[in-house]
């Protein structure tokens, strides 16, 4: 059954989530296309300028009576396991809404869900258990150090993962005590409205979220708005500098979460079929569609004969197919417009020199032409100065390159914009450890890739962010510390 079915009655149509409550939007209405057969799915409807200056004065109306900030701890917990518990009870249909319009496969939105219910109870856990410091005394005082609310936080996210990316700003920023606006990205405004449905059912105060659909307007207008006090974003690095500038003139703190062109390792002392499998997953799942996709391939040139046809073999045994059926592995691209920009990315490899080995075009079948689908692909032929290794994709582009030594291997992929992830994969611990040492990024996995946690904090170095996101630092992030003294003479 196709996501769209079940929504067999009417078109899916999304208000404004405002200050709890859910409204017309009074900006222009965007139609909703489906990625997989280009059909038209409903209309988002977006938040006005008006909107978006009355979201910000409720959350700043809820943050000034204090109902929430004041609330015990384990009484924000309390909550927060309530909104958890909703996720999963509402989970498949919020996997459905988040597939029909961002083309994410099923079963990875099904997980995705899961793991925004996860993320509110890991944040419960924290708000009740993770208590404000006293350090030792330095003469007859006593100092505490307490972490207040920052006020109100403009949460900005992308459609790639929209539940996961939500639940990650949302849930911490809640437990820290703040209200949030909430902006998704248009391609995921049904599921995102839904989710905030669902945190305000749970019993949040009234003010305390907002969820605002609309364009790129909107969050600029969001930014801007004078009663913001953090920004946290997810998207690309060219706006993520746009927002960090304006954060920077106002001198309040902003988040960022942004761009990656991670390297992929393969030594030739590695499990061969694994990472075979690890690396095609690493950049077709999702069909490339990720800020940690493993976009830059290096394989020690002993085994790069080898161990390129096995990557082929696993690539060509991928099932790409409608993103509603369990067996499909690549979906298609959010829009006909993005696969168009990632078409002339890899019109651009060929003409730097790139060899295309795998897909480098839409799939032939009928079932196909009227969704936004490209193929698995494979590069090689380019080095590490090419504009289509250098530049991230954001599709399912994987580039081939080799290595000499471990400088060599250090070099290479150190030398881009980015820092975000990397692979590696050895027998040889000592090397593992050298390597993800020595690699400019904010998470490294060895002998695996993808492996996520909301325990773990998450960011980037370089254009791929500023500060970090999951874990205790995630939930920290969205306060400031406060030093009190007690002077004892």
Same mark, same amino acid.
């Given at each position: 059954?196709?996501?769209?079915?079940?929504?067999?009655?009417?078109?899916?149509?999304?208000?404004?989530?405002?200050?709890?409550?859910?409204?017309?939007?009074?900006?222009? $209405?965007?139609?909703?296309?489906?990625?997989?057969?280009?059909?038209?799915?409903?209309?988002?409807?977006?938040?006005?300028?008006?909107?978006?200056?009355?979201?910000?004065?409720?959350?700043?109306?809820?943050?000034?009576?204090?109902?929430?900030?004041?609330? $015990?701890?384990?009484?924000?917990?309390?909550?927060?396991?309530?909104?958890?518990?909703?996720?999963?009870?509402?989970?498949?249909?919020?996997?459905?809404?988040?597939?029909?319009?961002?083309?994410?496969?099923?079963?990875?939105?099904?997980?995705?869900?899961?793991?925004?219910?996860?993320?509110?109870?890991?944040?419960?856990?924290?708000?009740?258990?993770?208590?404000?410091?006293?350090?030792?005394?330095?003469?007859?005082?006593?100092?505490?150090?307490?972490?207040?609310?920052?006020?109100?936080?403009?949460?900005?996210?992308?459609?790639?993962?929209?539940?996961?990316?939500?639940?990650?700003?949302?849930?911490?920023?809640?437990?820290?005590?703040?209200?949030?606006?909430?902006? $998704?990205?248009?391609?995921?405004?049904?599921?995102?409205?839904?989710?905030?449905?669902?945190?305000?059912?749970?019993?949040?105060?009234?003010?305390?979220?907002?969820?605002?659909?609309?364009?790129?307007?909107?969050?600029?207008?969001?930014?801007?708005?004078?009663?913001?006090?953090?920004?946290?974003?997810?998207?690309?690095?060219?706006?993520?500098?746009?927002?960090?500038?304006?954060?920077?003139? !106002?001198?309040?703190?902003?988040?960022?979460?942004?761009?990656?062109?991670?390297?992929?390792?393969?030594? $030739?002392?590695?499990?061969?079929?694994?990472?075979?499998?690890?690396?095609?997953?690493?950049?077709?799942?999702?069909?490339?569609?990720?800020?940690?996709?493993?976009?830059?391939?290096?394989?020690?040139?002993?085994?790069?004969?080898?161990?390129?046809? !096995?990557?082929?073999?696993?690539?060509?045994?991928?099932?790409?197919?409608?993103?509603?059926?369990?067996?499909?592995?690549?979906?298609?691209?959010?829009?006909?417009?993005?696969?168009?920009?990632?078409?002339?990315?890899?019109?651009?490899?060929?003409?730097?020199?790139?060899?295309?080995?795998?897909?480098?075009?839409?799939?032939?079948?009928?079932?196909?032409?009227?969704?936004?689908?490209?193929?698995?692909?494979?590069?090689?032929?380019?080095?590490?100065?090419?504009?289509?290794?250098?530049?991230?994709?954001?599709?399912?582009?994987?580039?081939?390159?080799?290595?000499?030594?471990?400088?060599?291997?250090?070099?290479?992929?150190?030398?881009?914009?980015?820092?975000?992830?990397?692979?590696?994969?050895?027998?040889?611990?000592?090397?593992?450890?050298?390597?993800?040492?020595?690699?400019?990024?904010?998470?490294?996995?060895?002998?695996?890739?993808?492996?996520?946690?909301?325990?773990?904090?998450?960011?980037?170095?370089?254009?791929?962010?500023?500060?970090?996101?999951?874990?205790?630092?995630?939930?920290?992030?969205?306060?400031?510390?406060?030093?009190?003294?007690?002077?004892?003479?």
């Amino acid at each position: 059954m196709h996501a769209r079915d079940a929504f067999p009655d009417r078109p899916i149509r999304s208000g404004v989530l405002l200050a709890g409550t859910t409204v017309a939007g009074g900006g222009e $209405p965007l139609d909703a296309v489906d990625p997989a057969t280009g059909s038209g799915i409903g209309v988002v409807e977006t938040a006005s300028s008006q909107q978006v200056a009355e979201a910000v004065s409720s959350g700043r109306r809820a943050m000034r009576d204090r109902s929430w900030t004041a609330l $015990p701890a384990p009484d924000r917990a309390a909550l927060l396991l309530r909104i958890a518990t909703l996720i999963d009870d509402h989970g498949e249909s919020l996997a459905a809404l988040q597939t029909v319009q961002n083309g994410k496969p099923i079963t990875e939105s099904r997980s995705q869900a899961r793991s925004a219910a996860e993320t509110f109870r890991y944040y419960a856990g924290l708000c009740e258990t993770l208590e404000g410091g006293l350090p030792p005394p330095r003469g007859n005082h006593l100092g505490l150090t307490v972490h207040e609310p920052v006020g109100v936080v403009a949460a900005i996210t992308p459609w790639n993962s929209p539940l996961t990316m939500a639940a990650q700003k949302v849930a911490p920023a809640l437990a820290a005590g703040n209200a949030v606006v909430l902006k $998704p990205a248009e391609q995921s405004a049904f599921v995102i409205t839904e989710l905030g449905r669902l945190c305000c059912e749970a019993g949040l105060p009234p003010g305390l979220l907002s969820v605002l659909p609309g364009t790129a307007d909107t969050g600029r207008q969001l930014v801007a708005n004078r009663g913001i006090g953090l920004i946290s974003f997810t998207g690309g690095t060219a706006t993520g500098r746009s927002i960090a500038a304006a954060a920077g003139q !106002r001198l309040i703190p902003a988040l960022m979460e942004l761009g990656g062109k991670s390297p992929h390792i393969v030594f $030739p002392d590695a499990d061969m079929d694994r990472a075979a499998a690890a690396v095609a997953s690493g950049i077709f799942g999702g069909a490339g569609q990720s800020c940690v996709a493993g976009s830059r391939l290096f394989v020690h040139e002993s085994i790069a004969a080898a161990f390129r046809q !096995r990557l082929l073999e696993v690539t060509a045994g991928l099932t790409v197919g409608i993103p509603t059926s369990a067996e499909t592995q690549v979906g298609p691209l959010v829009s006909t417009g993005h696969r168009a920009v990632v078409e002339a990315f890899v019109d651009l490899a060929v003409a730097e020199g790139g060899r295309i080995l795998a897909g480098g075009s839409r799939p032939a079948a009928a079932e196909f032409a009227n969704g936004s689908y490209f193929l698995p692909t494979v590069i090689d032929g380019l080095d590490n100065s090419a504009r289509a290794v250098r530049e991230e994709i954001f599709g399912p582009v994987l580039a081939i390159l080799t290595f000499r030594d471990e400088d060599d291997l250090v070099e290479q992929a150190n030398d881009s914009d980015y820092g975000l992830a990397c692979g590696i994969w050895t027998a040889d611990y000592r090397r593992a450890w050298r390597i993800a040492r020595a690699i400019d990024a904010g998470t490294v996995w060895i002998n695996s890739y993808k492996i996520l946690s909301i325990a773990n904090p998450f960011g980037g170095f370089h254009a791929s962010g500023l500060g970090r996101e999951k874990g205790i630092e995630g939930l920290r992030s969205y306060q400031a510390s406060k030093s009190i003294f007690f002077g004892l003479d």
